[in-house]
């Protein structure tokens, strides 16, 4: 283990000129990382949520802030995290172990192409070197404005204690909007979002887990191996946690929720905030739900792929012309005859194959096929509907229902 820590912090961390201030404590089994732009205001609310957790857990994770903004902030972003940095300065906040960076003051600035990734691999590097590497520690992602149950620590820390469980996304539920068109916006795309972990799952994707920034976990072993948190200003979460899942099988904590804001927000060139704030604005769904027939091709395709991994890459491509037209030319731009001989000729087992295969055809790939597959827009109440009828749980055309019965699935209590 400390061989690994040591070759990652020599080629992949990102530790100079940034230092930790606060608590110097360095015996921790947790560590909970949270960007911070500009939330000087949802902060403290966050923390107030965090502290009504167990004293015993408390007393065993630590709190990474990470005050960051990029060299061409806003005077009125600047001016927040400075007021922040100097409230963290002022403040025991016990029970929390809390430290934080300071990524905003000039010299400490990020790059003006980097964002919300590097500050949150600036936290998890830097708490790689703040935990007890006698076990296995584990890292977990937070946002400021994000709001956790009393038993969100008990719930993680119980995940991570089962079996060889080392990855993991947690429920998540995004707050209440009094703003009518808000509200109605963020349960149209949490809709979207659950409709397509649902379908993922049905179709037998390895990917089949959500992406929510604030909302994830992984033991820092797994971290390592999986190269650490990107640089990305934008989805930043999917990228990590679809490398996570090609070194480590990512599960669902049970007993706990998370609940994101579902404010606008213009940080980042996607995301939930840029949806909502779309959504509201231009009265158009941004985003294409997917349909039966999208995830049925998909299940096919996979289905293809594990009963015929011994086979040459002209005739899977041959078979694949009867799954769907969109398909086959989606592997020939994706030269898979290529690709699938290449995997053939350097893994001997079925099950290096396939395992290699979805490394290949990964989370981002399986996106792009399904979004060619669904280029025109249907009713969501109808191909939802449709989706959950074909999973066993009849007919339901009520939007707020289907949601509710997909909260439920997927572990929102």
């Known amino acids: 283990m400390q061989r690994a820590l040591e070759k990652y912090l020599k080629t992949r961390a990102i530790t100079s000129p940034w230092t930790v ?11 909970i990382v949270v960007p911070v732009l500009a939330e000087r205001e949802n902060l403290p609310t966050m923390l107030d949520s965090l502290s009504l957790n167990s004293t015993e857990y408390l007393a065993r994770t630590l709190i990474v802030i990470v005050i960051n903004n990029r060299v061409d902030v806003s005077s009125a972003e600047f001016s927040d995290n400075q007021k922040t940095l100097d409230w963290l300065h002022s403040i025991p906040y016990s029970p929390l172990n809390l430290a934080w960076i300071d990524a905003s003051s000039p010299g400490f600035e990020l790059p003006a192409k980097d964002g919300v990734g590097l500050a949150r691999k600036i936290g998890f590097d830097a708490a790689l070197q703040r935990v007890d590497w006698n076990i296995d520690p584990i890292l977990i992602s937070l946002d ?8 969100y620590l008990s719930a993680i820390f119980d995940h991570f204690s089962v079996g060889k469980n080392r990855a993991a996304v947690i429920p998540f539920r995004h707050q209440f909007s009094p703003i009518v068109r808000q509200e109605k916006a963020i349960r149209c795309y949490e809709l ?10 049905m179709a037998g994707s390895p990917y089949s887990f959500h992406s929510i920034g604030s909302a994830f976990a992984c033991r820092a072993t797994a ?11 934008g989805g930043e979460d999917f990228y990590f946690l679809q ?11 049970e007993g706990t929720v998370v609940h994101p804001s579902p404010r606008f927000s213009h940080r980042v060139p996607f995301g939930t905030g840029r949806v909502i704030q779309e959504q509201v604005e231009r009265e158009t769904l941004p985003f294409h739900f997917v349909s039966v027939a999208g995830f049925k091709i998909l299940k096919e395709w996979l289905d293809l792929i594990r009963c015929h991994v011994d086979e040459p890459a002209d005739q899977i491509r041959e078979q694949s012309v ?15 005859s290529s690709t699938w001989e290449k995997l ?9 194959r396939l395992t290699a295969f979805h490394h290949w055809f990964d989370g981002l790939r399986t996106r792009q096929l399904l979004t060619r597959i669904e280029n025109e827009r249907h009713s969501p109440a109808v191909l939802v509907a449709e989706l959950l009828s074909r999973g066993g749980y009849g007919e339901i055309e009520n939007e707020l229902e289907q949601l509710k019965l997909l909260e439920t699935l997927q572990g929102v209590r």
């Open 243 to 253: 490398q996570l899942a090609k070194t480590a099988v990512i599960k669902m904590v």
């Open 144 to 151: 400021a404005d994000t709001l956790v149950e009393p038993d």
């Open 192 to 201: 979207y979002l659950r409709s397509y972990l649902f379908g993922l799952s």
């Open 223 to 233: 971290y390592i191996r999986a190269g650490g948190m990107n640089r990305r200003c």
């Open 322 to 336: 009867n799954i769907s037209a969109v398909l086959n030319q989606f592997l020939a731009e994706l030269n898979f």
């Open 344 to 352: 053939q000729n350097n893994h001997a087992s079925r099950e290096q």
């Open 21 to 31: 201030a606060g608590t110097n404590r360095a015996d921790i089994s947790a560590v």
